[in-house]
């Protein structure tokens, strides 16, 4: 059950704020952030896990509602370095324990 | 950097070839996952193995095989490729058998190109 992801693009200035979403139609146990520049290999972010608890890192925010089956990525003051290609990885409750990651939603911001 | 390491950096081969993509997990790490990224895919999970063991598959084709070695270093073989093999290939490692809590690290990848 692969994740949706919206926007599928954005394009920001820095320093503008950014949302990216990350959306299951079934019960979700755990989400995972990570981050791809062009031909590079995805860099983990963070993991929002059932229950509330949260590991990554300190400058970025995530938020998981388990009633809706939603978790959601803040950029905040975005600098050049934020560009890439988002994906959330899902793992749903009861389910294979290996993350199902979205198409990845492309973050582009110029200067 | 994260730790794992991968080889070749790019392939380029014929259909029908057979090729060999190798991978070392980081010091410490006990489970490898091989995925399949295309150009219009997101991350494709192909197949798990933990401590030299197969755990998980995804979708995985029946003309690629996996294995670990007691030094937990694994291999991916693809054969009989066809053009649409073509794709990038990470490996990912992380500590315990489950992914569901855990961090993977993502390796640098092999760019498969069948022409």
């Known amino acids: 059950q692969q994740p949706v992801q919206s926007p599928q693009a954005v394009i920001l200035r820095e320093g503008e704020d950014a949302v990216i979403n990350c959306s299951s139609s079934k019960a979700l146990y755990s989400v995972h952030w990570y981050r791809q520049k062009h031909g590079e290999a995805p860099v983990f972010l963070m993991i929002l896990l059932k229950g509330g608890e949260q590991k990554g890192h300190e400058k970025i925010s995530a938020s998981f509602n388990e009633k809706k089956q939603q978790s959601s990525l803040y950029l905040t003051a975005s600098q050049l370095s934020y560009s890439g290609t988002y994906f959330c990885g899902t793992v749903l409750s009861g389910g294979s324990y290996i993350p199902t990651f979205g198409r990845g939603t492309s973050l582009i911001v110029h200067p | 950097d994260s730790g794992v390491t991968q080889t070749p950096k790019h392939l380029i081969t014929a259909t029908g070839q057979r090729v060999t993509l190798r991978c070392s997990p980081r010091s410490g790490d006990l489970s490898v996952y091989w995925y399949q990224q295309s150009l219009d895919q997101g991350l494709q999970f192909l197949i798990q193995y933990y401590n030299g063991e197969e755990r998980a598959k995804g979708n995985i084709l029946e003309r690629f095989s996996a294995q670990q070695f007691p030094d937990l270093h694994s291999e991916l073989n693809l054969s009989s490729l066809e053009l649409g093999d073509s794709a990038l290939y990470f490996c990912?490692?992380?500590?315990?058998?489950?992914?569901?809590?855990?961090?993977?690290?993502f390796g640098p990848g092999t760019r498969l190109t069948v022409l």
């Open positions: 990912a490692s992380s500590i315990r058998d489950s992914a569901a809590t855990d961090t993977q690290y």
